[in-house]
Protein backbone atom coordinates (compact mmCIF):
# COMPACT_ATOMS: atom_id res chain seq x y z
CA UNK A 1 0.00 0.00 0.00
CA UNK A 2 1.64 3.08 -1.23
CA UNK A 3 -1.09 5.82 0.42
CA UNK A 4 -3.16 4.92 3.27
CA UNK A 5 -6.88 6.23 2.24
CA UNK A 6 -8.53 7.50 6.41
CA UNK A 7 -11.79 7.27 6.91
CA UNK A 8 -13.92 8.29 10.18
CA UNK A 9 -17.38 6.93 11.90
CA UNK A 10 -18.83 8.81 14.69
CA UNK A 11 -21.90 6.27 15.32
CA UNK A 12 -23.12 4.46 18.17
CA UNK A 13 -21.78 1.02 18.96
CA UNK A 14 -24.24 -2.60 18.19
CA UNK A 15 -22.66 -5.29 19.99
CA UNK A 16 -24.56 -8.11 17.77
CA UNK A 17 -22.16 -6.47 14.79
CA UNK A 18 -24.70 -6.14 12.05
CA UNK A 19 -25.16 -1.94 12.82
CA UNK A 20 -23.51 0.78 14.10
CA UNK A 21 -19.47 1.47 14.09
CA UNK A 22 -18.97 -2.45 13.51
CA UNK A 23 -20.33 -2.41 10.62
CA UNK A 24 -18.87 0.87 9.52
CA UNK A 25 -15.43 -0.10 10.56
CA UNK A 26 -15.87 -3.75 8.23
CA UNK A 27 -17.03 -1.30 5.35
CA UNK A 28 -14.55 0.71 5.24
CA UNK A 29 -11.83 -2.59 5.47
CA UNK A 30 -13.76 -3.89 2.60
CA UNK A 31 -13.14 -0.36 0.66
CA UNK A 32 -9.13 -1.03 1.48
CA UNK A 33 -9.21 2.68 3.70
CA UNK A 34 -8.09 2.48 7.35
CA UNK A 35 -11.03 3.15 9.75
CA UNK A 36 -11.12 5.70 12.66
CA UNK A 37 -13.98 5.61 15.29
CA UNK A 38 -15.51 8.30 17.77
CA UNK A 39 -17.76 6.06 20.27
CA UNK A 40 -21.16 8.25 20.61
CA UNK A 41 -23.93 5.69 22.34
CA UNK A 42 -23.95 1.96 23.37
CA UNK A 43 -26.62 -0.35 22.46
CA UNK A 44 -27.79 -3.48 24.09
CA UNK A 45 -30.32 -5.36 23.03
CA UNK A 46 -32.50 -7.55 25.41
CA UNK A 47 -33.69 -11.11 24.37
CA UNK A 48 -35.69 -11.65 27.46
CA UNK A 49 -38.03 -8.67 26.44
CA UNK A 50 -38.52 -9.29 22.78
CA UNK A 51 -35.31 -7.66 21.57
CA UNK A 52 -35.87 -4.48 23.32
CA UNK A 53 -33.47 -1.26 22.73
CA UNK A 54 -31.36 0.44 25.42
CA UNK A 55 -29.55 3.30 24.36
CA UNK A 56 -26.78 4.76 26.68
CA UNK A 57 -25.31 7.83 25.37
CA UNK A 58 -21.66 8.93 26.21
CA UNK A 59 -20.64 11.96 27.79
CA UNK A 60 -20.17 14.96 25.01
CA UNK A 61 -16.39 15.65 26.21
CA UNK A 62 -15.49 12.52 25.87
CA UNK A 63 -16.73 12.03 22.45
CA UNK A 64 -14.85 15.67 21.53
CA UNK A 65 -11.40 13.78 23.12
CA UNK A 66 -11.92 10.84 20.75
CA UNK A 67 -12.70 13.15 17.59
CA UNK A 68 -9.12 15.93 18.91
CA UNK A 69 -7.23 12.32 19.08
CA UNK A 70 -8.36 11.52 15.44
CA UNK A 71 -8.14 14.80 14.04
CA UNK A 72 -4.56 14.93 15.25
CA UNK A 73 -3.31 13.59 12.07
CA UNK A 74 -5.29 16.04 10.07
CA UNK A 75 -8.27 15.93 8.09
CA UNK A 76 -9.54 12.40 6.69
CA UNK A 77 -10.44 11.30 3.53
CA UNK A 78 -14.25 11.16 3.93
CA UNK A 79 -16.30 10.55 7.26
CA UNK A 80 -20.02 9.99 8.03
CA UNK A 81 -21.83 10.52 11.81
CA UNK A 82 -24.98 7.42 12.72
CA UNK A 83 -26.08 7.60 16.05
CA UNK A 84 -25.78 10.39 17.79
CA UNK A 85 -27.29 10.04 20.91
CA UNK A 86 -27.62 13.72 22.07
CA UNK A 87 -27.69 17.17 21.26
CA UNK A 88 -24.48 18.25 22.36
CA UNK A 89 -22.35 15.10 20.64
CA UNK A 90 -24.60 16.69 17.57
CA UNK A 91 -22.73 20.56 18.43
CA UNK A 92 -19.38 18.36 19.10
CA UNK A 93 -19.60 16.76 15.51
CA UNK A 94 -20.52 19.57 13.68
CA UNK A 95 -17.26 21.71 15.38
CA UNK A 96 -15.20 19.09 14.32
CA UNK A 97 -16.38 18.90 10.79
CA UNK A 98 -15.75 23.08 11.07
CA UNK A 99 -12.61 22.92 12.52
CA UNK A 100 -11.13 20.36 10.57
CA UNK A 101 -12.23 22.08 7.07
CA UNK A 102 -13.68 18.32 6.74
CA UNK A 103 -14.83 17.35 3.01
CA UNK A 104 -16.64 14.41 2.08
CA UNK A 105 -18.96 14.40 4.87
CA UNK A 106 -22.26 11.18 4.74
CA UNK A 107 -24.83 12.28 7.44
CA UNK A 108 -26.70 9.26 8.30
CA UNK A 109 -29.50 10.59 10.08
CA UNK A 110 -30.10 7.47 12.84
CA UNK A 111 -33.59 8.31 14.62
CA UNK A 112 -34.95 4.99 15.87
CA UNK A 113 -33.00 1.74 15.99
CA UNK A 114 -34.38 -1.33 14.00
CA UNK A 115 -37.56 -2.74 15.07
CA UNK A 116 -38.29 0.56 16.96
CA UNK A 117 -40.77 2.87 15.58
CA UNK A 118 -40.38 6.40 17.89
CA UNK A 119 -37.60 8.61 17.71
CA UNK A 120 -35.34 8.19 19.90
CA UNK A 121 -34.44 12.11 21.00
CA UNK A 122 -36.34 14.62 19.19
CA UNK A 123 -34.29 17.58 20.05
CA UNK A 124 -31.33 15.47 18.44
CA UNK A 125 -33.06 14.87 15.22
CA UNK A 126 -33.67 18.70 15.02
CA UNK A 127 -30.50 19.31 15.64
CA UNK A 128 -28.85 17.33 13.21
CA UNK A 129 -31.40 19.02 10.68
CA UNK A 130 -30.21 22.47 11.60
CA UNK A 131 -26.46 21.77 12.47
CA UNK A 132 -25.12 18.59 9.70
CA UNK A 133 -27.47 19.06 6.96
CA UNK A 134 -25.36 22.37 5.86
CA UNK A 135 -22.28 20.52 5.97
CA UNK A 136 -23.75 17.08 4.41
CA UNK A 137 -21.88 16.08 0.93
CA UNK A 138 -24.56 13.54 1.35
CA UNK A 139 -27.42 12.60 3.35
CA UNK A 140 -29.10 9.16 3.43
CA UNK A 141 -32.49 8.71 5.62
CA UNK A 142 -34.61 6.24 4.92
CA UNK A 143 -37.90 6.59 4.80
CA UNK A 144 -38.83 7.41 8.45
CA UNK A 145 -36.27 9.92 8.91
CA UNK A 146 -37.00 11.38 5.43
CA UNK A 147 -40.44 12.29 6.81
CA UNK A 148 -39.21 13.64 9.94
CA UNK A 149 -36.68 15.99 8.01
CA UNK A 150 -38.92 16.92 5.47
CA UNK A 151 -41.82 17.01 7.16
CA UNK A 152 -43.61 15.40 5.47
CA UNK A 153 -44.84 12.49 7.49
CA UNK A 154 -45.22 8.94 6.30
CA UNK A 155 -44.13 8.23 3.28
CA UNK A 156 -45.37 5.41 0.72
CA UNK A 157 -44.35 6.24 -2.75
CA UNK A 158 -42.11 7.12 -5.23
CA UNK A 159 -43.31 10.86 -5.52
CA UNK A 160 -44.07 11.13 -1.56
CA UNK A 161 -39.79 10.17 -1.39
CA UNK A 162 -38.55 12.59 -4.08
CA UNK A 163 -40.53 15.16 -2.86
CA UNK A 164 -38.83 14.40 0.71
CA UNK A 165 -35.43 14.41 -1.10
CA UNK A 166 -36.56 18.18 -2.68
CA UNK A 167 -37.06 19.62 1.08
CA UNK A 168 -34.21 18.06 2.44
CA UNK A 169 -31.76 19.33 -0.23
CA UNK A 170 -33.24 22.82 0.84
CA UNK A 171 -31.97 22.22 4.50
CA UNK A 172 -28.54 22.80 2.83
CA UNK A 173 -27.81 18.91 2.14
CA UNK A 174 -26.02 19.26 -1.23
CA UNK A 175 -26.87 15.63 -2.50
CA UNK A 176 -29.94 13.34 -0.65
CA UNK A 177 -30.77 9.78 -1.07
CA UNK A 178 -34.18 8.81 0.30
CA UNK A 179 -33.48 4.98 1.16
CA UNK A 180 -37.17 2.87 0.33
CA UNK A 181 -35.43 -0.25 0.41
CA UNK A 182 -37.98 -2.84 1.55
CA UNK A 183 -40.58 -0.47 2.48
CA UNK A 184 -42.25 0.31 -0.16
CA UNK A 185 -44.64 -2.06 -1.78
CA UNK A 186 -43.69 -4.13 -5.17
CA UNK A 187 -40.71 -6.23 -5.51
CA UNK A 188 -38.20 -3.75 -6.05
CA UNK A 189 -36.09 -1.92 -3.28
CA UNK A 190 -35.58 1.29 -4.46
CA UNK A 191 -33.83 4.30 -3.27
CA UNK A 192 -34.22 7.71 -4.86
CA UNK A 193 -30.69 10.17 -5.20
CA UNK A 194 -31.12 13.93 -5.85
CA UNK A 195 -28.34 15.63 -6.38
CA UNK A 196 -30.95 19.54 -6.39
CA UNK A 197 -31.41 19.30 -10.25
CA UNK A 198 -31.89 15.34 -11.28
CA UNK A 199 -33.15 12.29 -9.81
CA UNK A 200 -31.52 8.63 -10.26
CA UNK A 201 -33.89 6.08 -8.79
CA UNK A 202 -31.87 2.52 -7.90
CA UNK A 203 -33.91 -0.14 -7.57
CA UNK A 204 -32.62 -3.93 -7.12
CA UNK A 205 -34.89 -6.70 -6.60
CA UNK A 206 -36.05 -7.71 -3.09
CA UNK A 207 -34.18 -10.10 -1.57
CA UNK A 208 -35.57 -13.12 0.52
CA UNK A 209 -34.95 -13.83 3.10
CA UNK A 210 -34.36 -10.42 4.31
CA UNK A 211 -30.95 -10.57 6.54
CA UNK A 212 -30.94 -6.66 6.35
CA UNK A 213 -29.83 -5.50 10.07
CA UNK A 214 -27.28 -2.43 9.17
CA UNK A 215 -28.27 -2.17 5.84
CA UNK A 216 -28.77 1.41 6.55
CA UNK A 217 -25.34 1.85 8.26
CA UNK A 218 -23.71 -0.32 5.74
CA UNK A 219 -24.26 2.03 2.62
CA UNK A 220 -23.69 4.51 4.09
CA UNK A 221 -20.19 3.66 4.76
CA UNK A 222 -19.87 2.60 2.00
CA UNK A 223 -20.85 5.76 0.44
CA UNK A 224 -17.69 7.40 2.43
CA UNK A 225 -15.82 4.51 1.44
CA UNK A 226 -16.24 5.22 -2.36
CA UNK A 227 -15.34 9.04 -1.46
CA UNK A 228 -12.68 8.42 0.05
CA UNK A 229 -11.38 6.85 -2.97
CA UNK A 230 -12.23 9.33 -5.38
CA UNK A 231 -15.58 8.36 -6.36
CA UNK A 232 -18.26 10.86 -7.18
CA UNK A 233 -20.81 11.33 -5.18
CA UNK A 234 -23.60 9.41 -7.87
CA UNK A 235 -20.69 6.65 -8.58
CA UNK A 236 -20.22 6.38 -4.47
CA UNK A 237 -23.88 6.10 -3.80
CA UNK A 238 -24.19 3.18 -6.73
CA UNK A 239 -21.56 1.38 -5.67
CA UNK A 240 -22.82 1.22 -2.34
CA UNK A 241 -26.24 0.05 -3.17
CA UNK A 242 -24.08 -2.73 -5.23
CA UNK A 243 -22.08 -3.39 -1.98
CA UNK A 244 -25.05 -3.23 0.71
CA UNK A 245 -27.62 -5.59 -2.06
CA UNK A 246 -24.35 -8.09 -1.68
CA UNK A 247 -24.44 -7.76 2.00
CA UNK A 248 -28.32 -8.40 2.26
CA UNK A 249 -27.56 -11.64 -0.25
CA UNK A 250 -24.56 -12.96 2.17
CA UNK A 251 -27.08 -12.21 5.63
CA UNK A 252 -27.52 -14.68 8.00
CA UNK A 253 -29.95 -15.47 11.10
CA UNK A 254 -28.38 -14.42 13.86
CA UNK A 255 -31.38 -14.97 16.76
CA UNK A 256 -35.23 -15.40 16.07
CA UNK A 257 -34.75 -11.77 16.36
CA UNK A 258 -32.69 -10.26 13.72
CA UNK A 259 -30.45 -11.21 10.66
CA UNK A 260 -27.52 -8.64 10.17
CA UNK A 261 -26.13 -8.04 6.65
CA UNK A 262 -22.81 -9.70 5.95
CA UNK A 263 -20.22 -7.24 5.65
CA UNK A 264 -17.84 -8.98 3.09
CA UNK A 265 -20.53 -10.10 0.58
CA UNK A 266 -19.82 -8.31 -2.39
CA UNK A 267 -15.97 -8.62 -2.31
CA UNK A 268 -17.07 -12.74 -1.81
CA UNK A 269 -19.39 -12.45 -4.81
CA UNK A 270 -16.44 -11.31 -6.89
Not at 130 to 145: G, K, M, Q, R, S
Not at 179 to 197: H, M, P, R, T, Y
Request: hydrophobic share 45%; glycine share 12%.
Amino acid sequence: MTKIIKTLTIAGSDSSGGAGIQADLKTFEEYGTYGFSALTTIVTMDPDNGWHHNVYPIDASIVAEQLKTIFAGGPVNAMKTGMLGSVEIVRVAEQAIKENLQTNVVIDPVMVCKGEDEVLNPESADAIRDLLLPLATVVTPNLFEAGVLSGLGKLSTLEDMKEAARLIHKLGARNVVVKGGKALGGDQAIDVFFDGSEFTVFQTAKIEPAHNHGAGCTFAAAITGGLANGLSVHEAVAKAKDFVSAAIRNGFAFNEYVGPVFHGGYRLER
